[in-house]
C-alpha cells in the first residue's frame, strides 16, 4: 500500500490543496472571473500546447501512433457521451452539452502527467507530454465546439472553433516540426516559461469558480447527471482505453501508461472552456471535483491492479 499512500498524499492531494486555495481566495476577496479564464484561453494553454509539441523527441510516427489513439478514444467517448446526455434533455441543451465535455475531456496534464512518471519512470515521460499536447487539441476542438453548442448552432460553434489560438498554436508547433525549424531560444523558453505557469493558475481559477457554485445545489437538483457523468469518466473510460490500446498493438508498460493517463477524472481545462465559451460551467466545475474526488478510489485500485514487472 505504500505506492498507493504516496500517489494519494505526493500527486492527488497537492492538486486538491491548490483548488482550495483558490476557493478560500475566490470566498473572501470575490475576484473579476472573466480576465482570469481569457489569459488561461487565450495565453497560458497555448504556450503550454506550443512548448509540449515543439519539445517533443518522438519521432513523427510515433507521434502519429498516439493521435490516432487519442483519436480514437475521443470519438468513442463522443458517442457514449451523447448517449449518456440524451436522457437528460429536460436539463436543457447546456447542461447536455457540458454532460459530454466532462466525459470527453480528461485531466491528463496536472494529474495524468505526474502520475504516470510516479508510476512508471522518467522513460514515460515523453509520450506522457504528447498525449497532454493532443488533449489539449480535443480541448481546442471538441471541447470549444461542445462548450459554444449550449448557446449556439452547430455551424457557429464550429466555426468558434477557428477563432481560438489555441488551434493556431496547435498548427504553428505542427508546423516547426514537420520543416525542422529552428526557433529562436528567446521564443522557446518564453513559452515554455508561460506555458509551465497553466497548470497552477488553472487549479486556482477552478477553486475560484466553485467559490461562486453550490456543489451541494448541484447535488442536489442534478445529481443524476453528475452521477453518470463521474461514472462514465471514471469506469467507462478506462475501458475503453483498455480496448482501443489493445486493438491498436500498444503492450507493456507503455500500455499500462497510456490506460492510467487516460482514465483520469474531469479535465480543469474543461471548467474554463465552458466558462469562456458560453457553457454549463457551474455543472462542469462541480464534475471536475467530483470526479477528481472520487479518483482518489479509481486511482488508486487501477494502479493497484498494473503489474509493474512486467
Known amino acids: 500500500m505504500a505506492l498507493d499512500i504516496r500517489i494519494l498524499t505526493e500527486v492527488i492531494l497537492p492538486v486538491v490543496l491548490a483548488v482550495a486555495v483558490g476557493y478560500s481566495f475566490g470566498r473572501y476577496f470575490e475576484p473579476e472571473l472573466t480576465s482570469y479564464t481569457r489569459i488561461s484561453i487565450y495565453v497560458l494553454i497555448p504556450s503550454l500546447l506550443f512548448d509540449n509539441l515543439t519539445s517533443s523527441a518522438l519521432s513523427l510516427g510515433e507521434i502519429g501512433r498516439l493521435a490516432l489513439l487519442v483519436l480514437s478514444v475521443t470519438v468513442v467517448l463522443i458517442i457514449i457521451a451523447w448517449l449518456v446526455a440524451r436522457p437528460f434533455s ?68 464550429l466555426l468558434t472553433v ?20 529552428e526557433l529562436p531560444v528567446a521564443i522557446t523558453r518564453a513559452t515554455h516559461l508561460v506555458g509551465q505557469a497553466s497548470i497552477p493558475i488553472l487549479l486556482l481559477l477552478l477553486g475560484m469558480q466553485l467559490a461562486r457554485a453550490s456543489l451541494r445545489e448541484q447535488i442536489g437538483q442534478r445529481w443524476r447527471a453528475l452521477l453518470m457523468v463521474v461514472s462514465t469518466r471514471l469506469i467507462v473510460s478506462p475501458l475503453v482505453a483498455v480496448l482501443l490500446t489493445a486493438l491498436l498493438g500498444f503492450s507493456g508498460l507503455e500500455r499500462f501508461a497510456l490506460v492510467v493517463q ?6 480543469v ?23 477528481t474526488l472520487a479518483s482518489l478510489v479509481t486511482m488508486t485500485l487501477l494502479l493497484s491492479l498494473i503489474p509493474f514487472g512486467t
Do not use: H, Y
Not at 505526474?114 to 519512470?121: C, D, H, L, R
Not at 487516460?262 to 479535465?267: E, Q
Not at 481545462?269 to 470526479?291: C, I
Open 90 to 157: 429536460a436539463l436543457g441543451r447546456s447542461t447536455q452539452s457540458a454532460m459530454m465535455l466532462c466525459v470527453v475531456l480528461v485531466n491528463t496534464g496536472n494529474l495524468g502527467l505526474p502520475i504516470v512518471t510516479f508510476a512508471f519512470g522518467q522513460e514515460s515521460v515523453p509520450k506522457a507530454v504528447v498525449i497532454v499536447a493532443l488533449n489539449s487539441i480535443v480541448t481546442t476542438t471538441v471541447g470549444v465546439f461542445l462548450s459554444s453548442r449550449g448557446r449556439l448552432s452547430s455551424s457557429a460553434a
Open 162 to 181: 477557428f477563432r481560438t489560438p489555441l488551434m493556431w498554436s496547435m498548427l504553428a508547433a505542427l508546423a516547426v516540426n514537420l520543416f525542422a525549424i
Open 262 to 267: 487516460l482514465a483520469m477524472p474531469t479535465a
Open 269 to 291: 481545462n474543461a471548467a474554463v472552456v465552458a466558462a469562456e465559451f458560453g457553457g454549463d460551467a457551474t455543472f462542469v466545475s462541480s464534475a471536475v471535483v467530483v470526479s
